[in-house]
């Protein structure tokens, strides 16, 4: 072992074995069964973070098509400075956006701007609620989420 180690690293080695009184096979042993317990470990961890990787892109599919007026939240989330490819920075710019989305949810200010065909009072109740909102917003942190567990696993 000296010659594959530098001569400190094997005396510090050599001292903390003689303190637990072993021999350098049983500490060399104990060694590489955590070294096979971490490997399995990670394998085991890299299965299910793929298994929640997936099941996440899964409610992010399932999102975007509940959300009726998706299209208008995605162009308030662009014009507020929001990045709607990586949704960067999501929670900051989801609060910024609350106001504007109060008032187009009561069919307040620029109305026919954000959706035309809001004077449809079917369509208003139907599109406008606040399920639509929770919901764009839910698609928002997720996708968030997802893009930054696209890089893998953190390490600890």
């Keep these: 072992m000296t010659p594959l180690v530098p001569a400190t690293l094997f005396e510090e080695f050599d001292s903390t074995r003689k303190k637990l009184g072993r021999s350098i096979s049983e500490v060399q042993r104990e060694m590489m069964r955590n070294w096979l317990d971490r490997r399995a470990e990670e394998k085991v961890l890299g299965a299910e973070f793929a298994e929640w990787k997936d099941r996440l892109l899964s409610r992010i599919r399932a999102l975007s098509g509940a959300i009726h007026a998706r299209e208008t939240y995605l162009r308030m989330y662009r014009e507020q400075g929001g990045d709607t490819e990586k ?69 600890p």
């Design 87 to 155: 949704f960067s920075d999501a929670e900051t710019i989801l609060e910024e956006m609350r106001p504007r989305v109060d008032k187009f949810r009561r069919g307040e200010g620029e109305q026919e701007d954000e959706c035309e065909l809001c004077l449809d009072e079917a369509h208003y109740s139907r599109n406008h609620l606040e399920s639509d909102w929770l919901r764009f917003e839910k698609y928002a942190r997720c996708r968030m989420q997802y893009h930054r567990l696209r890089s893998g696993p953190r390490t």
